[in-house]
């Protein structure tokens, strides 16, 4: 599963010679630490089409901490300078994922990010770098056909096993690829920079990496914010119940919309008519119901994807299954040809809580409109696997509290109030902002500027400021497109390529 993810974050510095940076209100440099020697040179950074001063480099940090004769892996770090020339304390920006980079000043850093703050980017380990947690098996998991059966769930989980052994064989450890080791890389890229304090924003999975930097060092935050924040215990684990909720919230904005209610009364039950009949071929497309399940949970996180994914099972209701079929091979696209499965699983299953608990038994529930696919295929896998995990909540427990002052923003009630409910009392300095009905990557595409303005003001001043957010407009349920007239343009445009023959 690759969970969509957006961020922004930013840093200050000084350069002081061509390998050594001292943040601002820094009267002293810490010293670095001998186990984490950085290297760094100046050079320019592309940011958006536009290029700014910085520095890149890398940091060699150990494998497992606990040992001194431990593997070393090398991780890529990039500053862009600020361009004020008394800049405040800089921000480090935790991408979401997992299996994402955290490198990539390119498309997440832009000019007005900088204008008092460093930005800096840390890589991930086991994702950036070397090594990195690649391997075969890992590859073939999330081809598996109609996995979410448990006979294929329990084969996945063998698979999961086998690499995860005969990577440790050829001298890669998984267990030491966790948040836990990604915060401490962090915490270690800060000292050796030199910041006193550092702001950290993130997005998604990124966000649970910086929750477990203001348990695990609070002492080193200036501020953090976290958007569409996944918590750091039991990652992607959504019930089919909240899942649910999601979708009886659509279905109330879709009755109260005349034009899409003329379409069929009730949304949620055309869905749930669909599935009951859905073939499993299509025209000579094959349509696999695990794919179809995985890849509507996925659209959930976007409106214009919400109304194709409604247009898809309508269509189907009427017994025209293509776009429903476009959708299966859809997945193969979007998470078959994913190559950092090692990496997805590795940090994943770093937050969980319980590892005995049975999951697929939890994740069980018939009368569900999809039930919880994403959660059912990672934490399936991970219980029928014997992966090695350092839990996040074996050292910060979901009883401990972050004393930073931290600004958390969601797209939807629904998930703000779930995620508050459960985690609000772990900060003494919270405060929260929900949207209305916005998907987990609408509160950028419908949001934009408004909410770096409440990212850079929040980061500055500590003042949370909606004032330049705006309204959003009322859910427009038309598609803009079918999946089937999306996959028809595809096929016309790669017909159009000249042959490499």
């Known amino acids: 599963m690759r969970y969509r993810y957006v961020y922004i974050i930013v840093l200050?510095?000084?350069?002081?010679?061509?390998?050594?940076?001292?943040?601002?209100?820094?009267?002293?440099?810490?010293?670095?630490?001998?186990?984490?020697?950085?290297?760094?040179?100046?050079?320019?950074?592309?940011?958006?089409?536009?290029?700014?001063?910085?520095?890149?480099?890398?940091?060699?940090?150990?494998?497992?901490?606990?040992?001194?004769?431990?593997?070393?892996?090398?991780?890529?770090?990039?500053?862009?300078?600020?361009?004020?020339?008394?800049?405040?304390?800089?921000v480090f920006q935790c991408a979401g994922g997992p299996g994402g980079t955290n490198i990539g000043p390119e498309?997440?850093?832009?000019?007005?990010?900088?204008?008092?703050?460093?930005?800096?980017?840390?890589?991930?380990?086991?994702?950036?770098?070397?090594?990195?947690?690649?391997?075969?098996?890992?590859?073939?998991?999330?081809?598996?056909?109609?996995?979410?059966?448990?006979?294929?769930?329990?084969?996945m989980g063998i698979k999961a096993t086998k690499a995860v052994r005969e990577l440790k064989a050829a001298g890669v450890n998984v267990e030491h690829y966790n948040i836990l080791n990604v915060v401490d890389d962090i915490e270690a890229a800060r000292a050796a920079l030199g910041y006193e304090k550092i702001n950290l924003t993130g997005g998604s999975y990124g966000g649970a990496v910086v929750l477990t930097y203001?348990?695990?060092?609070?002492?080193?935050?200036?501020?953090?914010?976290?958007?569409?924040?996944?918590?750091?215990?039991?990652?992607?684990?959504?019930?089919?119940?909240?899942?649910?909720?999601?979708?009886?919230?659509?279905?109330?904005?879709w009755k109260s919309d005349p034009k899409a209610a003329a379409r069929t009364p009730d949304i949620v039950q055309t869905i749930k008519n669909a599935l009951k009949?859905?073939?499993?071929?299509?025209?000579?497309?094959?349509?696999?119901?695990?794919?179809?399940?995985?890849?509507?949970?996925?659209?959930?996180?976007?409106?214009a994807y919400v109304n194709m994914l409604f247009d898809a099972y309508i269509a189907a209701e009427k017994g025209d299954f293509s776009s429903i079929a476009v959708m299966s091979l859809m997945y193969d696209q979007l998470l078959g040809s994913f190559e950092n499965v090692g990496d997805l699983l590795a940090k994943t299953y770093s937050s969980v809580t319980d590892p005995r608990r049975d999951f697929v038994a939890e994740l069980e529930d018939p009368d569900s409109v999809i039930g919880s696919p994403m959660a059912l295929?990672?934490?399936?896998?991970?219980?029928?696997?014997?992966?090695?995990?350092?839990?996040?909540?074996?050292?910060?427990?979901?009883?401990?509290?972050?004393?930073?002052?931290?600004?958390?923003?969601?797209?939807?009630?629904?998930?703000?109030?779930?995620?508050?409910?459960?985690?609000?009392?772990?900060?003494?300095e919270a405060q929260w902002v929900m949207f209305d009905d916005l998907g987990h990557?609408?509160?950028?595409?419908?949001?934009?500027?408004?909410?770096?303005?409440?990212?850079?003001?929040?980061?500055?001043e500590g003042v949370v400021d909606t004032s330049e957010i705006g309204t959003v407009g009322k859910w427009d349920f038309t598609p803009q497109m079918t999946f089937y007239q999306m996959f028809q343009q595809m096929a016309s445009q790669a017909a159009d390529q000249p042959s490499n023959k």
């Open 277 to 303: 009949k859905m073939p499993r071929q299509w025209q000579g497309m094959p349509v696999d119901p695990s794919k179809v399940r995985i890849v509507t949970y996925l659209g959930l996180y976007e409106r």
């Open 441 to 460: 990557m609408d509160v950028w595409n419908l949001v934009g500027e408004g909410m770096k303005h409440l990212i850079h003001r929040f980061v500055d």
């Open 12 to 90: 200050i510095w000084g350069v002081i010679g061509p390998n050594r940076i001292v943040g601002a209100r820094v009267t002293s440099p810490e010293k670095p630490l001998r186990s984490t020697p950085l290297t760094m040179s100046e050079t320019r950074i592309n940011c958006k089409g536009k290029e700014f001063a910085g520095l890149r480099g890398k940091l060699v940090v150990l494998e497992d901490r606990s040992r001194t004769d431990s593997k070393k892996i090398e991780l890529p770090i990039v500053v862009v300078k600020a361009l004020s020339p008394s800049a405040d304390y800089p």
């Open 107 to 155: 498309q997440r850093i832009g000019e007005e990010d900088l204008q008092n703050h460093d930005v800096v980017h840390v890589g991930y380990r086991g994702i950036d770098g070397v090594p990195n947690l690649k391997h075969p098996m890992f590859d073939e998991i999330l081809k598996t056909p109609e996995m979410l059966s448990k006979p294929n769930l329990k084969e």
């Open 214 to 253: 203001c348990l695990r060092y609070p002492e080193h935050v200036h501020r953090a914010v976290m958007i569409e924040a996944a918590f750091p215990y039991d990652i992607a684990f959504d019930k089919p119940r909240n899942v649910d909720r999601r979708f009886e919230r659509l279905n109330e904005l």
């Open 377 to 428: 295929m990672a934490w399936g896998v991970f219980q029928h696997s014997e992966w090695p995990v350092k839990p996040v909540s074996a050292e910060h427990p979901p009883t401990q509290k972050s004393p930073v002052e931290t600004l958390i923003i969601y797209g939807s009630r629904e998930a703000g109030e779930t995620f508050r409910d459960r985690y609000g009392n772990m900060f003494t």
